[in-house]
């Protein structure tokens, strides 16, 4: 899928190898950039030559037209087999989501399938329209959450749905929608009931969910969908997902992903002047 790639495309492929730059896990040497190489399978990996990243860079152009061969490498470079030695059991995730980055202008993504890496077209990101007519998200934290260091735990609690859901990790992309949902439910409550019988932090995600609807704060759909998530949500006790039985799967994620993004913008058509929200009389024209 990657054959004849943009000369940029496969300088930042290096620059990701190579280790440079902030929130990458691994700086690799030299040496360890030929290994690389050979551990994708090319065949007569050149003698390494200072400076790393041109090297490399120039070794992507050499091949890029081999098919599978620039592949091979961002499917390496995504392998949790490539960082099993270092204990780095999070590397494979932050470098995959920073492939993802990369080569979503190319209209892919790295997913991974049965613990190994593979490419293919992109699936929708979060805040994109959709084809199938999913939710598309067009809130942000900040329309929806006051204190800006909750709306960032927020957006970390996002984030990391995506990553989970990217690795194919259904369950914990399911626990974690689940608290981003109970997180700005919460905040909805505090900041928006002037007088709340006990203080919305000792309240469950069930009444959260209720008092949302009661209020008109998120329309049936997300109050409903909303319980489906919470029952799910309780998979972080391994017992809840015995008595399951059937394993989440991507198609869970699927059906939960649209349930957040709906229940966040009607939270931001509905939000009071003061969270600086968009207005609208009929939440659902922001699905």
Not at 108 to 119: K, M, Q, S, W
């Amino acid at each position: 899928m990657l054959e004849g790639a943009d000369d940029n495309i496969l300088s930042e492929i290096a620059r990701i190898a190579c280790g440079d730059g902030d929130g990458l896990p691994v700086r690799r040497t030299g040496n360890e950039l030929a290994k690389l190489l050979q551990q994708a399978g090319w065949p007569n990996v050149p003698r390494f030559q200072e400076p790393r990243r041109a090297w490399l860079t120039n070794q992507l152009r050499t091949r890029r037209d081999h098919p599978g061969a620039v592949e091979a490498v961002v499917k390496r470079l995504a392998d949790r087999r490539e960082y099993v030695h270092l204990h780095l059991p999070l590397a494979s995730a932050e470098v995959t989501e920073e492939l993802n980055r990369l080569l979503a202008v190319e209209g892919l993504e790295v997913a991974h399938h049965l613990g190994r890496p593979t490419i293919r077209p992109a699936t929708q990101v979060r805040g994109e329209a959709a084809d199938d007519g999913d939710v598309a998200l067009h809130a942000t934290m900040a329309d929806l959450v006051c204190d800006p260091d909750l709306a960032a735990i927020l957006q970390g609690r996002l984030e990391e749905a995506r990553i989970c859901e990217r690795n194919g990790a259904w369950v914990s992309a399911i626990i974690m929608l689940g608290s981003l949902l109970e997180g700005v439910l919460l905040d909805a409550a505090a900041v928006r009931l002037p007088h709340p019988q006990k203080a919305p932090k000792d309240w469950k995600l069930y009444t959260l969910i209720e008092t949302a609807h009661a209020q008109k704060w998120i329309q049936r759909d997300a109050q409903r969908f909303g319980h489906l998530l919470r029952e799910y949500r309780n998979l972080v006790h391994p017992n809840v997902q015995r008595e399951l039985g059937d394993p989440p799967d991507r198609f869970t994620v699927d059906m939960f992903r649209p349930v957040v993004n709906a229940t966040l913008n009607d939270l931001a058509a509905t939000a009071p002047p003061s969270q600086h929200a968009p207005t609208a009389a009929d939440p659902a024209s922001h699905r």
